[in-house]
């Protein structure tokens, strides 16, 4: 079985199936690619928090070790091109490559488990030198404890998610998946839960749904979305509503958003300030940065959210600028998890 996964991880080296102009661009924004499909990128709060810096909200809300975690996608397509989203949008570089379709044959989980943790390590290894780090932190950073499956794409596409998810369980590492709410097979399909499941809630109504989200395919439609969020509700785990609220935009309807939360019935629900970075300053879509709201802005627009969801306004991360609402009492007290190593 060894020398199986050996031979595997040899062929999940940076091959990724898309074009090459667009995968070297990729690789110069920090990505580094696994196999066909996979990605893993360091996130800036692992860099920070080796340096004694920041940590992410999910440090401060959940408990996490932000040194510790990768953050990774095993799928690198998307089915919405959304307007704040800082990922590369292929059409928007000039590219007719359907990254929907791009693979043929998908990766071997074990191998993309072990082809993502050994890259990891590659890439927290460049730290041990800079005299700013915690070498306490930097030394746990190469036995990774989290996985945060949201770097770019819908992870809900790689077909073998269970597999993929007891492997990295059997590792030891927990594991946070961030979907975009269009997969409704992909979720009912799901056997092995992750520690905790996000789906991301572009909009509050149809309307604004459609204009934010720029859906590639016609089953990432509204009434789609609220298929996948009536399931999400029974989902066996940590569940998470993530808003990422632009002003003049969908910073707006608390009373929309709050009929969502009684739909999918999340544990939790961030409500984080879009960022004018990365693929959202592409003039096509039409942002500005005097679109992002302020900490007021966030406080203010929670605080309408809890009151008109019932939910308790927890928590806030200044750096990450996101706020936390948690369903109830019991769940905003059990918030942090005890991770197993």
């Not at 860099?47 to 809300?61: A, E, I, T, V």
């Not at 590369?88 to 791009?102: C, D, Q, S, V």
């Not at 890439?123 to 932190?137: A, C, L, Q, T």
């Not at 993530?242 to 958003?257: I, P, Q």
């Amino acid at each position: 079985m060894e020398e199986e996964l050996t031979i595997q991880k040899e062929k999940l080296d940076d091959n990724p199936h898309m074009p090459e102009e667009l995968a070297e661009t990729m690789r110069n924004q920090g990505y580094h690619f696994v196999g066909r499909h996979s990605a893993t990128k360091i996130c800036g709060y692992t860099s920070s928090s080796l340096k004694n810096g920041d940590s992410c909200y999910k440090h401060q809300f959940y408990g996490i070790r932000s040194w510790r975690c990768i953050q990774a996608t095993p799928a690198i397509g998307c089915n919405l091109a959304c307007s704040f989203c800082w990922r590369i949008i292929p059409e928007e570089m000039g590219f007719k490559w359907n990254e929907l379709n791009a693979v043929k044959n998908w990766d071997d989980p074990d191998a993309i488990v072990e082809g993502l943790v050994e890259e990891h390590k590659k890439i927290v290894s460049g730290y041990k030198g800079n005299k700013d780090v915690n070498m306490e932190r930097w030394n746990e950073s190469r036995d990774p404890a989290h996985v945060a499956l949201s770097l770019t794409g819908e992870p809900l596409f790689y077909p073998k998610m269970n597999e993929l998810l007891s492997a990295f369980h059997k590792r030891g590492i927990s594991t946070f998946v961030v979907t975009n709410g269009t997969m409704v097979n992909a979720l009912k399909e799901l056997r092995v839960m992750p520690t905790q499941l996000y789906v991301s809630i572009q909009a509050p109504n149809k309307e604004l749904y459609e204009k934010m989200t720029r859906p590639k395919t016609l089953s990432a439609k509204w009434e789609n979305f609220i298929s996948f969020l009536e399931i999400f509700s029974g989902m066996n785990t940590r569940r998470v509503f993530r808003l990422t609220l632009v002003k003049g935009a969908n910073l707006e309807d608390a009373r929309g958003y709050a009929e969502l939360i009684r739909i999918g019935k999340p544990h939790y629900v961030e409500v984080k300030g879009f960022a004018y970075v990365g693929g959202a300053r592409n003039e096509s879509r039409g942002l500005s940065y005097n679109q992002m709201p302020s900490k007021e802005d966030i406080i203010n627009f929670s605080k309408e959210l809890a009151k008109e969801s019932g939910y308790i306004n927890a928590d806030y991360h200044e750096s990450s600028h996101v706020a936390l609402l948690c369903s109830d009492e019991s769940v905003m007290e059990n918030r942090v998890i005890e991770f197993e190593k």
